[in-house]
């Protein structure tokens, strides 16, 4: 069964860090493209950034171009999301979401997804 | 505003068929880019419920049906049930935004 486990959600100031990570099971992980989606309160979804099953093909969302990270540790089943210069704009509800393929085609869908990490940017 | 139009909402009686509408443009669904429906009942998770158009993952009742023509998408209900009362979005891709996959705005759908 496959499973995502978010982590890492907090109440963050604004300009501040925040690192995000989804654990996976039941898949064999580095063989899947990863997504983060996040969902403002009361909104509806965004899709944040993606990478390869390799890690070595990124791709963002022009909202957090140049603020956050995507990376994943294959040895450690585990996706990760940095986000620096935080903005209020940010809060949301973070989802990790699995890709059906390695590679992240943009015309492809979430097959999994995780259940979830709250960040607040608030002061 | 979302890049892929939704109804806000729409509603029906059990039993009842409803449709949710979602409309494009000539950079996503009408560039031939398939479209994909997502349940997310209150207070969990989306679900995919369906992919490429038309395609039903495995465990997802055939009462959900999905179709698309020229710009626009449709998810269809059939024989509502009160467990199908939940958030419904669609996706897609938009190739001028730059690798982007792009959701609608969602379809709160209530079963009176």
Redesign the interface.
Known sequence: EVQLLESGGNLVHPGGSLRLSCAASGFTFSSYAMSWVRQAPGKGLEWVSALSGSGGSTHYADSVKGRFTISRDNSKNTLYLQMNSLRAEDTAIYYCAKDPSYFYDGGTYFDYWGQGTLVTVSS | Q?VLTQPPSVSGAPGQRVTISCTGSSSNIGAG??V?W?QQLPG?????LI??NSNR?SGVPDRFSGSKSGTSASLAITGLQAEDEADY?C???DSS??????????TKVTVL
Request: no cysteine; proline share 7%; hydrophobic share 20%.
């Open positions: 979302s880019y398939d994909h997502y969990t998770a989306p679900k995919l992919y490429g993952p979005y996706q897609s891709y935004l730059s690798g982007s996959r792009v959701f609608g705005g969602g």
